[in-house]
T-cell receptor
Framework: DAKTTQPPSMDCAEGRAANLPCNHS???????VYWYRQIHSQGPQYIIH???NNETNEMASLIITEDRKSSTLILPHATLRDTAVYYC?????????????FGQGTTLQVKP | KAGVTQTPRYLIKTRGQQVTLSCSPI?????VSWYQQTPGQGLQFLFE???????NKGNFPGRFSGRQFSNSRSEMNVSTLELGDSALYLC???????????????FGPGTRLTVL
């Protein structure tokens, strides 16, 4: 499974866009990029995922570089409730394994 | 649609005891995975069940076991509890559509186990 690298922490002002980077330089062709977040001591919450095209849903946007070696999760208007640990995960598409490998994630602190 | 539910939410046990945790997946989901989260090790995969069969297993001792029932509900058991088993135990479910290219897991709120 590909390994991901994320900055350990980031700050963002409330109302501004939060851009969370993730490096996954060893990603292979059939591996998807998934983002989850975990608000203190709760279960991880699914945010978004993508293969190679940019994706957007009601929570966030996911920008994947053309070479797929890195991606950025964008929260367009961060609120205090977005303060959480954000995990970037790479997982294979074929085989449909249920095993997610979590790194240390990025702790995002949204400040008023 | 109701989310993944886990019971109990909190549990206190003593060393040497055994414990059973329960997980009810989202309706229609057929795959259930279990994870352990501790401050030192982070989130680690325990095992995955689909169609009452264990499909994947993480690197945990045999004291950790699980099973899945025909209605997709799952239980995990930890025998001979140790202090280091104190953790948040998380369950996640997914549809597991064989024709899908990928499969999203949705997590429950977790069971907080404290071993004294």
């Amino acid at each position: 499974d590909a390994k991901t690298t994320q900055p350990p922490s980031m700050d963002c002002a409330e109302g501004r866009a939060a851009n969370l980077p993730c490096n996954h330089s060893t990603i292979s062709g059939n591996e998807y990029v998934y983002w989850y977040r975990q608000i203190h001591s709760q279960g991880p919450q699914y945010i978004i995922h993508g293969l190679k095209n940019n994706e957007t849903n009601e929570m966030a946007s996911l920008i994947i570089t053309e070479d797929r070696k890195s991606s950025t999760l964008i929260l367009p208007h961060a609120t205090l409730r977005d303060t959480a640990v954000y995990y970037c995960i790479v997982r294979p598409g074929s085989g449909n394994t249920g095993k997610l490998i979590f790194g240390q994630g990025t702790t995002l602190q949204v400040k008023p | 649609k109701a989310g993944v539910t886990q019971t109990p939410r909190y549990l206190i046990k003593t060393r040497g005891q055994q414990v059973t945790l329960s997980c009810s997946p989202i309706s229609g989901h057929r795959s259930v995975s279990w994870y352990q989260q501790t401050p030192g090790q982070g989130l680690q995969f325990l095992f995955e069940y689909f169609s009452e069969t264990q499909r994947n297993k993480g690197n945990f001792p045999g004291r950790f076991s699980g099973r899945q029932f025909s209605n997709s509900r799952s239980e995990m058991n930890v025998s001979t509890l140790e202090l280091g088993d104190s953790a948040l135990y998380l369950c996640a479910s997914s549809l597991y559509e064989t024709r899908a290219f990928t499969d999203t897991q949705y997590f429950g709120p977790g069971t907080r186990l404290t071993v004294l």
